[in-house]
């Protein structure tokens, strides 16, 4: 199956189909940041932080961006780049095919653009 990057649909005139991780891929587009074109995700939340790595899967550059020690424990922030990935739409862009696929009843990506909040 061909990758579709953002110039490739737009010469369709339609955004790609969600499927499967692409899904769950467009919904973090809404919250992640770009770091030389590339996707990258910042939080101190272990499950975000798997649940983001799980849909950007391949080489993740890694790095403990800020240590902080609490009274009852310590929150680790951790910002990770996804170097396999271009990061394809900007925010706007992002939440706009979202929500266009949560009219249609696909709500994959609904739910990883609410767990990034």
Do not use: C
Request: proline share 6%; charged share 30%; no cysteine.
């Amino acid at each position: 199956m061909p990758i579709l990057t953002q110039a490739s649909w737009m010469r369709r005139g339609r955004p790609p189909r969600p499927g499967g991780r692409r899904s769950f891929q467009l919904g973090w587009e809404v919250h992640e940041e770009e770091e030389g074109g590339r996707p990258a995700y910042a939080t101190a939340d272990p499950a975000l932080f798997m649940a983001w790595a799980a849909a950007r899967f391949g080489e993740l550059h890694v790095a403990v961006t800020r240590a902080l020690l609490l009274e009852d424990g310590a929150a680790v922030e951790v910002r990770a780049t996804a170097r396999s990935w271009k990061k394809r739409w900007s925010r706007r862009e992002a939440e706009k095919l979202v929500e266009r696929y949560a009219r249609r009843g696909i709500m994959e990506p609904f739910f990883t653009m609410w767990l990034g909040e």
